[in-house]
């Protein structure tokens, strides 16, 4: 449920036009904030965990492609090495839908 629908500012430099509630932006470097996020999201979900717990005792689908060891920690610290989470063909829509982000971050390698 939404609680909040807000939009401020103007879309950049070369685009005066205001922000909408439904405004897309390119967001450089921002993978490691949201795969920590979505990780974070998942293990609140099941209870407390440590930093140095791997995500995929939370979570055993991110645990696929190698990442079974990774940890809370290594996420929050940009340091997971999880580097292309979204395919090159992903679609629009499924950058807006938890379930299939979750799905697509826990198939990177």
Do not use: Y
């Amino acid at each position: 449920r939404m609680i909040v629908d807000a939009a401020t500012g103007r879309l950049g430099p070369v685009d005066p036009r205001p922000v909408q509630s439904s405004s897309l932006f390119q967001l450089f470097e921002a993978g490691c904030p949201l795969l920590a996020t979505l990780a974070l999201q998942q293990a609140m979900s099941g209870g407390p965990m440590r930093l140095e717990s791997a995500v995929s005792s939370a979570w055993p689908l991110f645990g696929a492609a190698g990442k079974q060891e990774t940890t809370v920690l290594e996420l929050l610290n940009h340091a997971s090495g999880v580097e292309e989470a979204f395919p090159e063909d992903v679609k629009l829509d499924a950058l807006v839908d938890p379930s299939a982000m979750s799905r697509l971050v826990a198939r990177a390698a």
